[in-house]
């Protein structure tokens, strides 16, 4: 009822520069919160930015400086952005929205299919 696509993972050398996207779609009302999670190799999937309906966000103590989550609304669409890129960053990034509001109810625990970034030192 509810997909999450996202984009703009690739390869790119320590220092780069990358921008994921993540876009929702189905009979969406809205959605409250949206957050990007990664997984690294051999690594628990752990919570990289959030950001809130109102634009509140919070950012792992790891990418602080360095990532800036950001949203559109109209478009249902999260973004990460990320610069000053270390090998250590490499992981699968996945887009989460915990609930989204549709027309026919509330959807919980909404997941993409992750997006690959590596990056090389």
């Known amino acids: 009822q509810v997909q999450l696509v996202e984009s703009g993972g690739g390869l790119v050398q320590a220092g780069g520069s990358l921008r994921l996207s993540c876009a929702a779609s189905?009979?969406?009302?809205?959605?409250?919160?949206m957050r990007w999670y990664r997984q690294g190799p051999g690594k628990q999937r752990e919570l990289v930015a959030a950001?809130?309906?109102?634009?509140?966000?919070n950012y792992a103590d790891s990418v602080k400086g360095r990532f800036t989550i950001s949203g559109d609304n109209d478009k249902n669409t999260v973004y990460l952005q990320m610069n000053s890129l270390k090998p250590e960053d490499t992981a699968v990034y996945y887009c989460?929205?915990?609930?989204?509001?549709?027309?026919?109810?509330?959807?919980?625990?909404?997941w993409g299919q992750g997006t690959q970034v590596t990056v090389s030192s």
């Open positions: 189905g009979s969406i009302v809205s959605i409250e919160v």
């Open positions: 950001i809130t309906r109102d634009g509140s966000t």
């Open positions: 989460n929205a915990p609930t989204v509001r549709i027309t026919a109810g509330i959807v919980f625990g909404s």
